[in-house]
């Protein structure tokens, strides 16, 4: 979900006085990552029951996998990424869950009881519970505060819903019910939530939904997600069918090509998981989200941005206090030299590297969609500091060439700044890679 639409649900949360606090802002959307607007939707009609899901996420390794119970558990399937952290399963009984992300809250922690992590709680659910009764009851025993960001939401075979937030649970057994990633316990007014997806796919479920296979995939792709960048979104969407323990799978947003798993039938494989990419044919928009590097893709990439943020620290600190011991003594008359420009540069530079970088490595959505979101709340003008960057490695550079050629400093100070200077550049051409210089 984008800062709009985390700025709504947090203002609904009485957290708007924080919006005001540039620190806090920050963090929090440093924290929350929430960029990934997954939607969800059930419907039950005459009884029966079907669950829609689209998965959005930059993940270039998704999979399907199948996991057998012991000692009278529930087998089960589960849908996610690589790391096997399930987004959303379901098992043998027909107990279906999914995750999406939320804005963090605020609430009094309440000790005593064991703590319970997001993936680990799922599990332990689809292996025990029947229904969404029986999974408050499990759920209830533990702390789940760790959901703090984040939400499941469990359906059961006859359409009854439990949603699972990191202080509440409640549950519902409305005839269509469709979320996406804001904070379900708070909102009262589900017609101001501000997802244009979202909203399509509430009004396709209440033109007069039905459970066929073909209604449901109109839901899906009404609700999908595909961005002009790279055409990324919706990387994988899934249709539930509980009462047959079916599977329907679509991958990166397309529609017109299904696979179907009986889950019955892939449990008797015994414990297996295929990657969704080799099950269906090459996607071109897929493709070029497998070739766009980012550090969350590439790790020479990570290396860089570690290293561009390390160095940047020094050198800022070393031009810094080489810089304030100049003004000092310039003003004691201890010295007649202005504060060197190379200094004044290395600074700059120094500083618009430190505020860039950390968003670069935590912030996933800035790739695809630029600074806007992650600083306008702080100040809109922050966008432009890639330009700015780009311009003082121009700078450095040209610095570096003039010391370099008129041997004007020491041989220690030469290659620091042509240190810099060279990683200002790199970290410029990958500014521009990414479509983050805004002119």
């Not at 025993?141 to 819903?161: C, H, K, M, P, W």
């Not at 209604?215 to 969407?237: D, I, P």
């Not at 970290?427 to 805004?438: H, P, Q, T």
């Amino acid at each position: 979900m984008r800062y709009r639409a985390v700025l709504c649900a947090f203002h609904c949360q009485n957290f708007a006085p924080m919006l005001h606090r540039p620190f806090v802002v920050l963090v929090l959307l440093l924290v929350i990552q929430a960029s990934q607007a997954c939607t969800f939707f059930k419907l039950t009609v005459n009884g029966y029951t079907m669950v829609g899901n689209n998965e959005d996420a930059w993940s270039i390794d998704p999979r399907i996998w199948f996991e057998n119970g012991h000692n009278g558990e529930y087998g089960a399937v589960y849908l996610g990424q690589n790391n096997s952290t399930p987004q959303g399963g379901m098992n043998e009984a027909g107990l279906m869950f999914d995750g999406l992300r939320s804005p963090v809250k605020s609430f009094a922690h309440v000790p005593g009881k064991p703590p319970m992590r997001f993936d680990d709680l799922a599990r332990r659910v689809l292996r025990s519970c029947n229904n969404v009764h029986e999974a408050e009851v499990l759920i209830r025993t533990f702390d789940f505060s760790q959901l703090n960001g984040a939400y499941l939401i469990f359906v059961d075979r006859i359409g009854e819903y439990l949603v699972v937030e990191a202080d509440t649970l409640f549950t519902g057994n409305d005839p269509t019910y469709a979320v996406t990633n804001f904070c379900l316990s708070t909102c009262t007014d589900f017609d101001s939530v501000p997802s244009e997806r979202y909203q399509r796919g509430r009004a396709l479920l209440a033109a007069g939904a039905d459970t066929s296979l073909a209604y449901c995939t109109s839901v899906v792709n009404g609700m999908h997600a595909c961005r002009k960048k790279l055409g990324e979104g919706t990387l994988y969407s899934n249709i539930l069918d509980p009462q047959r323990g079916l599977v329907h799978l679509y991958f990166y947003h397309d529609y017109t090509v299904r696979r179907t798993f009986d889950m019955k039938a892939e449990l008797a494989k015994g414990d297996h998981g295929l990657d969704m990419p080799g099950l269906f044919p090459p996607n071109a928009e897929f493709a070029r989200l497998v070739s766009y590097r980012t550090p969350f893709h590439d790790k020479s990439m990570l290396s860089f941005l570690l290293f561009t943020g390390v160095f940047a620290f020094v050198f800022g600190a070393y031009a810094g206090i080489s810089l304030l011991i100049r003004i000092i003594s310039r003003v004691r008359g201890r010295m007649n030299d202005k504060p060197s420009l190379q200094l004044i540069i290395g600074v700059l530079s120094s500083a618009c590297a430190l505020f860039l970088v950390p968003i670069l490595l935590l912030k996933r959505s800035v790739f695809y969609f630029g600074l806007g979101d992650a600083t306008d709340p702080i100040h809109p003008a922050l966008k432009y500091l890639p330009l700015m960057l780009v311009a003082l490695a121009v700078v450095s550079a040209i610095i570096s060439f003039r010391a370099w050629k008129y041997r004007n400093t020491n041989g220690s100070t030469r290659w620091m700044v042509s240190i810099h200077a060279a990683t200002l550049i790199g970290f410029a051409g990958c500014l521009f890679y990414w479509d983050i210089v805004v002119v």
